[in-house]
């Protein structure tokens, strides 16, 4: 009979209930990580990208966050982006993301503890896919990528349909939006990880 070892990564990520079991957790996944995500159909990073199209159709540069092993950035490439640099809080992830070659810059962050190793006003975008979570970063984050990005640059967010039902993150857009900080242009659902049956979301912003 299975137990807690036989659970798959993806299973284990989401039943973590302490943050100071995210990290290892993630360097651990990273060599099969691609794979397992695969076998599921990952969506988001694809949606994201697309979505992120009709906001910014010329190149711009982009900021990454959490980009893991870089499957949000191989989509964002082929999307036609070129300047993409990536941030994420697990060595491991970004050992695996820099293979690719699809980033300019590649640095560990924790958005749970900021600020972001970026300069004001740097990026013209980002995208955040799979990183709103139960444990991965708290919805407070919003303020340092606000900080992060320039004036009307557009942040493309991805994230799972029970995170997204919690209403933490939604909460905080409001607040964001009632402040006149940010623009929310849309929240789409649909395909999040099919092969589980998981659905998400994709929202759409643009800082003030």
Known sequence: MGGKDD?????KAYQATDPDETKPLYDTWADTYDEELADAGYAQPERCAKALKTLMPRDGRILDIGCGTGLSGLALKQAGYSQ?????????????????????RLFEADLNKPPLDVEDATYDAITAVGVFSMLHIDVSALD?????????????????????????????????????????????HGEHLPGTGMTGWVIKLRKA
């Open 7 to 11: 659970e798959s990564f993806l299973e």
């Open 144 to 188: 340092e990528f606000l900080r992060a990005v320039k004036p009307k640059a557009p942040i493309v967010i991805g994230l799972n349909d029970k995170y997204y039902q919690m209403g933490h993150l939604t909460a905080k857009l409001d607040a964001l939006s009632a402040l006149g900080r940010l623009s929310q242009l849309g929240h789409e």
């Open 84 to 104: 993409i640099d990536g941030c994420d809080f697990s060595p491991g992830m970004l050992e695996k993301a820099a293979d690719l070659n699809v980033y300019g």
